[in-house]
């Protein structure tokens, strides 16, 4: 019988497992590998069984992790399953920091185990690779999960196109050279060991359009690199290379920085597009023409949702939107499945994607989880906004950083959310800058033990 395309994606989803199962076997005995990799990959994952309604979270990033922790502490009697590819969380908010060396790299990493032992939930590290809506099922490398309820909250991608236009080994070129360092991990080692490794010339810093993770993100990170540059006396610039026709938040804090601290350290290029880039010759070319020979980079691309959604079919069908979740935006739940949330970086509201949102919006979309499981009907009338406060250094010695803190609220006109009681604190020199960057690693700190203690 002829294989569907699902049943083909449970059955080859991840080569790995085949692999893996296939070197217990002498050659001549593939179809006996085949088997074995099946077996695995459609048995149970190894987690004990549900003895409640079960709620299966993918992806332990800000929001996920909040997720587990809220729901079993608003109900223990349900069975929460955290699942994520990684073994060790890493964030990228505070990770500029790292990647500068103002704070050591253990303050952004912590361990997923830790937060499932205080949460009382289960943590299984497992790549998601197909979700059967249908039976409730989620396939992945460790076997299958059943869920009553599933939760999306894989996070981002880069999406290259523009730049690349389908070029392939271009963009893996430029994902292994010049990573935009706004996925944590990998990314972010790569990042701190070019600046540790820095010896002077030109280092491109690229800011995306749209709504991408980190708004503020790419200025503080130019304001550090050139803070590392005057601190140990390397003769470098810093040339930001912004898709916006302005800095997009915090704007009169850090251009009063690039200005007053980093005047021979930073130019600001808003309004620019990028048309080609060759990371071998290390060129960019602009759509004015202007060429810029650059000695490193972190070019940070435009951003998607991850492409588990559209795995998932919950991804918006319009190729513009094919990155966001096509969700109710004031219940979080899939359009058609209401047993599927999704949420963080993956929603289509404009709210900021930022570790701080995903927390607040997390134990909002925990609360909702609870509600839907006891019967409630989740609709416009039970939405309340996340919360947005965000610190951004300018400085990394001493620690000098900006703020802003937002809420949203929704406008019947416009059908579209907006900020909300925004406020923001701008003063990095003088004492305020200073109690900022106070702020700002207490900040941290709080998210950390709101994820695992």
């Known amino acids: ?167 392939i080994e271009l963009e893996t070129a430029l994902r292994t050279k010049f990573p935009g360092a706004f996925i944590a991990g990998s990314e972010t080692l790569t990042l701190k060991s070019k600046i540790e490794n820095m010896e002077g010339g030109v280092f491109v810093q690229t800011v995306p359009g749209g709504n991408y993770r980190c708004l503020p993100g790419p200025y503080e990170r130019s304001c550090l690199i050139a803070d590392y540059m005057k601190r140990n006396k390397i003769k470098g610039k810093v040339v930001i290379l912004d898709e916006n026709p302005n800095i997009t938040i915090k704007a009169d804090g850090f251009h009063s920085a690039f200005e007053k601290l980093y005047k021979d350290y930073i130019t600001y ?73 999704c949420t963080g970086d993956v929603r289509p509201m404009g709210f900021s994607k930022s570790g701080n949102t995903a927390n607040t919006e997390g134990k909002i979309v925990a609360n909702n989880i609870v509600k839907y499981l006891a019967g409630t009907e989740l609709s416009q009338k039970t939405w309340t906004s996340p919360l947005t406060v965000c610190y951004s250094a300018v400085a990394g010695d001493p620690m000098r950083a900006i703020s802003v803190h937002a809420e949203y609220a929704y406008d019947e006109t416009k059908k579209s959310f907006g900020f909300a009681n925004a406020g923001t604190m701008e003063k990095w020199d003088g004492a305020d800058g200073l109690a900022g960057g106070k702020g700002l690693v207490e900040w941290g700190k709080g998210l950390y033990r709101d994820f695992f203690n």
Do not use: C
């Not at 060429?291 to 991850?306: C, K, M, P, Q, W």
């Open 1 to 167: 019988m002829a294989l569907s395309r699902r049943d083909a994606m449970k059955f080859t989803g991840l080569a790995a497992v085949t692999v893996a199962a296939s070197s217990g076997y002498a050659k001549g005995n593939e179809g006996g590998a085949k088997a074995a990799s099946q077996s695995i990959l459609l048995s149970p994952a190894p987690i004990p069984a549900a003895k409640g309604p079960r709620v299966v979270i993918v992806g332990a990033g800000p929001s996920g992790l909040t997720i587990a922790k809220y729901v079993k502490k608003a109900n223990p009697k349900v069975d929460v399953v955290l699942m994520d590819k990684r073994s060790v969380f890493m964030s990228g908010f505070i990770s500029n920091l790292v990647a500068t060396g103002v704070l050591p790299l253990d303050f952004i990493t912590h361990d997923f185990l830790e937060g499932a032992r205080n949460g009382n939930y289960t943590f299984l590290q497992a790549t998601a690779h197909e979700i059967d809506r249908t039976s409730k099922t989620v396939y992945t490398n460790e076997g299958i999960v059943k869920y009553d309820v599933l939760v999306l909250a894989p996070g981002i991608d880069y999406d290259y196109s523009k730049w690349t236009k389908g070029d």
């Open 269 to 341: 290029m808003p309004s620019t597009t990028i048309t080609s880039i060759d990371p071998n010759k290390q060129k960019i070319v602009t759509e004015l023409g202007e060429e810029i020979d650059f000695t490193d980079a972190a070019l940070y691309s435009r951003v998607r949702g991850n492409k588990l959604l559209e795995i998932a079919g919950v991804a918006k069908d319009s190729v513009f939107n094919k990155g966001e979740a096509n969700i109710d935006p004031f219940t979080y739940q899939v359009i058609g499945d209401k047993n599927v949330f």
